[in-house]
Every structure is written in structure tokens, then in C-alpha cells.
């Protein structure tokens, strides 16, 4: 299993990125999937997750309403479009991998067996 977290970089607040998580190694489309962020001298929190087939999200309260998750099947590929970012989003982006197929993707870390490397974003002020 590989996942590649990629789409980090440096912006204004207020500005927007888009995350993508490249997935390998399995059968993409019969796993759920999350987003998770850790920031310097904090514990990894959970963003966002996505099931197997898309159809069902969730979000962590900070984010509602300024990030969307989404996944294409067919490309193996996992997003996290981030919009209105203000500096308390600066941090360590990483994508997962739900421990079991078909199962929901929770909040919970212990719910993700596979962890891509992440990517940094920053967001000044």
C-alpha cells in the first residue's frame, strides 16, 4: 500500500489549495478514506473522510463549510479542496487509508491502518 499526499504549499489567508492523495498498492475503491492534519507541538486531528464509494463525508467542525473531500475511483486518487484558509489550518496534511474495506470511514486514528507521508501547508496572515 502506498499513498502519496501531494498539493501542499504557501498562501495568504483567504486563499485556496487543493490536497490529492495518490493511492497504490490495493484495490482503491473499496476502501474508505481520511484526511488528517498535524501541526507543530499538536496531536494529529482529524479533517475529513470520505467511503468507499463517495458518497458519504464528514468533517471535522473547523473545516465544515470551507473544505471538501471527494474521490475519483477510477483514478485512484483522493482530494481535499481547502478554501477560506486562515493560519490555524497551517499544518502537516495527511492522507489515509480505513483499516478494513467496505468499512465507514470514522474519525477516529486507530480507524486507519495506512498513512501517506503528508504534505505542508502553511497559511500566513
Known amino acids: 500500500v502506498q499513498l502519496q499526499a501531494s498539493g501542499g504549499g504557501s498562501v495568504q489567508a483567504g486563499g485556496s489549495l487543493t490536497l490529492s492523495c495518490a493511492a497504490s498498492g490495493y484495490i482503491f475503491s473499496i476502501y474508505g478514506m481520511g484526511w488528517f492534519r498535524q501541526a507543530p507541538g499538536k496531536e494529529r486531528e482529524f479533517v475529513a473522510s470520505v467511503n468507499h464509494h463517495g458518497g458519504v463525508t464528514d468533517y471535522a467542525d473547523s473545516v465544515k463549510g470551507r473544505f471538501t473531500i471527494s474521490r475519483d475511483n477510477a483514478k485512484n486518487t483522493m482530494y481535499l479542496q481547502m478554501s477560506s484558509l486562515n493560519p490555524e489550518d497551517t499544518a502537516v496534511y495527511y492522507c489515509?487509508?480505513?483499516?478494513?474495506?467496505?468499512?465507514?470511514?470514522?474519525?477516529?486514528?486507530?480507524?486507519?491502518?495506512?498513512w501517506g507521508r503528508g504534505t505542508q501547508v502553511t497559511v500566513s496572515s
Open positions: 489515509a487509508r480505513v483499516i478494513s474495506p467496505i468499512r465507514p470511514a470514522f474519525r477516529a486514528k486507530s480507524e486507519y491502518a495506512d
